[in-house]
Nanobody, 115 residues
Framework: QVQLVESGGGLVQPGGSLTLSCAASGSIFSINAMYWYRQAPGEQREFVAGRDSGGRTNYADSVKGRFTISRDNTKKTLYLQMNSLKPEDTAVYCC?????????WGQGTQVTVSS
């Protein structure tokens, strides 16, 4: 059974920073790609950032230059460094791993940007 568990969310003031983590447990091999998504209240889930097995990354235009996706291969952990946070970044952030055509999702962690 593969599980993804996010952590690192919380309340932060505008302009602040947070780092989210997504740790995988269980038998998961050949991770082809890893992603972060977010869903704000009343909104559809949206793509935030992605990283493939070759290290290529891509970002939503709304977070380019502010967010950085990275991974720790040995720990099977995905990170999202978020800087210069804005109130519109407030959402539940979820990670997704893609492995051999199977998608694995975490349960999400709340990020609230407010003064």
């Amino acid at each position: 059974q593969v599980q993804l568990v996010e952590s690192g969310g919380g309340l932060v003031q505008p302009g602040g920073s947070l780092t989210l983590s997504c740790a995988a447990s269980g038998s998961i091999f050949s991770i082809n790609a890893m992603y972060w998504y977010r869903q704000a209240p009343g909104e559809q889930r949206e793509f935030v950032a992605g990283r493939d097995s070759g290290g290529r990354t891509n970002y939503a235009d709304s977070v380019k230059g502010r967010f950085t996706i990275s991974r720790d291969n040995t720990k099977k952990t995905l990170y999202l460094q978020m800087n210069s946070l804005k109130p519109e970044d407030t959402a539940v952030y979820c990670c997704k791993f893609l492995s051999n055509g199977i998608q694995y999702w975490g349960q999400g962690t709340q990020v609230t940007v407010s003064s």
